[in-house]
């Protein structure tokens, strides 16, 4: 019995071995049994293997395009690039333009003063001493220049052994490293056959026209000393750009001019909510108002962020900030009461439906990305200089957050409490409002504060166009240089933030 077990062992142990040689061909398309013997002795060591593919080190990036590890072949390229225009620029490159540049230039300033000596000399001039000094110094200039000359052209041979002795380095490395990337690309090809495997000539043919053009075109440039145009400046046509300016311009008019009253009654609704919060803020009794949002502060974020809010406010009205940072706060409360209330709405939208968020997404990347100068322009063009474009340039830029955040709450919500609360009969109303929004309630309300901050951020931005409150006190500093002035708006700035973020933030949680 004992022996019988035995050889059932290794036949099975057999079958594993004979199991993963299959595989390891299937994966390499070529040289199986030596990948197969390397994916054993890497797999057997916890550590770095030490193993060398001499295939990988003498194509380089060829070689790891080809079996789809650019995230390996794209670094390898820039560096045995560089390595190669250093190659070309010690050995054919025009290492010294800039100092013949500059020994031409002294050289014809030269002959300008040693023909005003002569004529000074001629006209018994008392600018003679002066002709003598400044072409002593010319001279000085250009021989100091012809032995940084001299000393360019005597170290082009360690530019080309110091570009040989990188290429060399990344040659050695990537030999190295080959192994174990295509291993660890083998481990994530037997959970996923979905990845790339086997020889395939398309990404032969792709890798080695990649890595050419890249050589060739880095050679052309550095061996030729940037003469090429065509390397040295992208080609372009000024009609081209004037095209396009135009084309925006007509777009954005025609928008402007049949959407008049759309634009208009956007302008109405912001405005409106706009001057009901300043009036709350700044028409109110400060003690009323700052005695709410300490109150708001120590039922939200408790007793200590309470005294840190009072202190906050202390200091700004001490400082005659109030009515400002109240203007502020009501701009601020316009752009993110707008925000949040589209954003959630949306982001609960793009949870439920992918292929909308993969729509949306896009556009909250413009948003985020595209300076908050640039949607001034056509805001002005829509909506006026004032306080409600002001209020659109918050909204734009702080909306994302709360869209992103929100859908990434909802998605985060573990499908086995849905599953369980479905089973036992919940509706959809019932599902989104007891168990995914409670759930993702943490994250919404990072979203929120994120949109806020953000909204906040954008309000000295806004103050070009317009807008009222610390902003503009900021922008007036900036523009003479007032530094206590340009300080004090900015912490009373920073104060809003601190007291907003610990409002809708709340406690913090230990962990």
Sequence with gaps: MTGSAKDQAQDQTRGDDSDLKGLVEEFSGSNGQYYGLQFTRIGNKSGFTWTFNW??????????????????????????????AQIVRGGWGDLTAEVSQRIAQMELQLKLRRTQLESAIENNSDKVDAYNRNIEGLEEIVRQSQMEFAQIEASRIWVVVFGLALLLLVKIIQGVLANSALEARFSEWLSDRSLKSGISLVRLIMSGLFVFLVYAASAAHFGTGGAIPFLQLFPTDPEIRMGAIKGIEVVFESLNTRGEGFWDGISFSIRSVLDFLEAVFTQTPWIVVSSF???????????????????????????????????????????????????????????????????VRPILDFQQTMPAFVYMIPIILFFGAGKPAAVVTCLIFGMPPTVRLTVLGLNGVPESIREAAIAYGASNWYLMTRIDLPLAAPSIRAGMNQT????????????????????????????????????????????????????????????
């Design 293 to 359: 949002i300490i109150a708001l502060t120590a039922l939200s974020a408790g007793l200590r962020a309470a005294i840190y809010t009072s202190a906050f406010l202390a200091i700004t009205g001490l400082v005659g900030l109030w009515v400002l940072s109240m203007q502020t706060l009501a701009l601020l409360g316009t752009a993110a009461l707008i925000a949040i209330g589209l954003g959630i709405p949306l982001g609960i939208f793009c949870a439920r439906h992918p292929r909308a968020y993969a729509i």
């Design 452 to 511: 806020i901050l953000l909204s906040l951020l954008t309000v000295v931005v806004a103050s070009l166009i317009g807008a009222k409150g610390l902003g503009e006190k900021v922008l007036e500093a900036l523009q003479y240089a007032d530094v206590g002035q340009g300080l004090l708006a900015g912490f009373a700035i920073l104060f809003l933030a601190m007291i907003l973020d610990r409002i809708v933030q709340g406690r913090r949680k230990r962990v």
């Design 55 to 84: 295939a990988a080190a003498i194509f380089g990036p060829i070689w790891f395009g080809f079996r789809g590890l650019w995230k390996w072949g794209l670094p390898f390229t820039v560096l045995e690039a560089f390595a190669l």
